[in-house]
């Protein structure tokens, strides 16, 4: 296919890029999607795919996929303040359930059936240049592994590269909301671990952990601090991990009969809302957004963000809608979304005991199996945060608390 031979190139195909490049070949668009990795292989990742993730798997038909797998369901989430130990239900009738598989089963679930719609797939290829002509994006220019430079030209370039993202770099994104990286944390798999359909959270002062179910009968167990002490906790990672557990003696009880089956890898990250689209671009998933990974609304932030992409550019690539109208909407929808669990996680990042609002209404909440439900779902993206700390259902809790 020579001169501007696609309509899209998807930069990067973990859980945004594939997605978008999916859902557009679906409609019949050209779409080529590049990876510099090969698949089946692991990212860093909090794993969890909360309900309205899960739902986007069923109606793309691939949840059974991922099922099939092995992975098991997560149908209660636990928070343990130290204090006050709220369970709850995080989905609803129609996606009850969270899951947690591991990355390199969940990105090789997604890259398949983007091929199987009909897109070009090419891993172990690397994106060197954004070709931009005119101030509009209109092609890349990369090599596989050991080749030839190649270009390729298209109506559109997609970058879902994450963090670093090459295509958001080369236009020059605006960036708003910015925010220096808040916590440092760590993860590894045990065996051993029994979690019973559950996502356990903890929270101490200066201290968070988590742990959920995954593939092969292991654990996924993360543990973090402010990122001010990662200079002087990096030499010891294994050791302050051991310590943070130890701050929840059941826990600590617990793990400590487990095994650790592989090596423990960490990471940080910056928060940031990026504009995501400009002259005959448009980005998704990290590339465009990020937050603190405490809250694990990556995955999920990404399948939502993927599906409303490519709703924009099929409008535009069917002359349905001129592109600045349809990827504004998109840009507006995903703003007014993502804001308010952005704060929220912020303010979970900071490690501090909740501030004495936030700690009765915790305290309030403990027992009342309706309102913890509540809580689990603002915390699985399912509640908008503005709904559930609104003042009428504040008063709600405190009301029934006897308050």
């Known amino acids: 296919m020579a001169g501007n031979a ?78 006050v130990r709220l369970a709850g239900a995080p989905g609803t009738p129609e ?61 559109v370039v997609v970058g879902a590269d994450g963090l670093h993202s ?14 220096a990286a808040m916590t440092v944390g760590y993860y590894s798999y045990w065996s051993g671990l029994e979690m019973h359909g559950r996502f356990e959270a903890y929270a101490r002062d200066g201290r968070g952990f988590a742990a959920a179910p995954t593939n092969d009968g292991l654990t996924l167990v993360i543990g973090g601090w402010p990122y001010a002490e990662f200079a002087a906790n990096r030499g ?39 504009q995501p689209y400009g002259p005959g671009w448009a980005l998704v998933g990290d590339a465009g957004y990020n937050r603190d990974f405490i809250t694990a609304q990556g995955i999920s932030d990404a399948f939502r963000d993927a599906q409303a992409c490519a709703d924009a550019l099929h409008a535009t690539l069917a002359g349905e809608r001129d592109f600045d109208t349809a990827l504004a909407a998109y840009h507006t929808a995903r703003d007014q979304h993502v804001l308010p669990m952005y704060e929220l996680t912020a303010q979970l990042a900071a490690l501090e ?30 509640t908008p945060v503005p709904e559930f700390f609104g003042e009428d259902n504040v008063a709600r809790i405190f009301a029934a608390a006897g308050g």
Not at 167 to 179: C, I, K, N, Y
């Open 6 to 83: 696609w309509d899209v190139i998807v930069v990067g195909a973990r859980c945004a890029g594939s997605p978008v490049a999916m859902l557009l070949a679906t409609r019949g668009h050209r779409v080529l999607l590049v990876d510099r990795s090969t698949f089946p292989s692991d990212t860093v990742s909090t794993h969890v795919i909360h309900p309205p993730g899960v739902a986007a798997l069923r109606e793309w038909g691939l949840l059974d996929r991922v099922t099939a797998t092995g992975c098991p369901p997560i149908d209660t989430y636990t928070f343990d303040f130290g204090a």
């Open 166 to 179: 090459l295509v958001a770099q080369a236009v020059g994104a605006p960036a708003s909301h910015e925010r």
């Open 353 to 382: 005991p909740p501030p004495p609002p936030l700690a009765q209404l915790l305290a309030a909440m403990q027992g009342n199996q309706a309102a913890m439900d509540a809580f689990a779902r603002v915390n699985a993206g399912v």
């Open 236 to 274: 010891d990672v294994e050791g302050h991990l051991e310590k943070t557990f130890g701050l929840a003696p059941e826990f600590a009880q617990r793990i400590g009969a487990a095994r650790r089956e592989e090596r423990i890898v960490g990471a940080s990250v910056p928060g940031y809302l990026r």
């Open 95 to 155: 996606s009850p359930v969270a899951y947690a598989p591991r990355r390199r089963i969940l990105d090789q679930v997604l890259v398949e059936a983007a091929a199987a719609a009909g897109a070009q797939v090419r891993t172990a290829f690397t994106v060197d240049e954004l070709i931009v002509s005119d101030g509009r994006a209109v092609g890349i220019r990369g090599h596989s592994r050991g080749g030839a430079p190649v270009e390729e030209r298209a109506r």
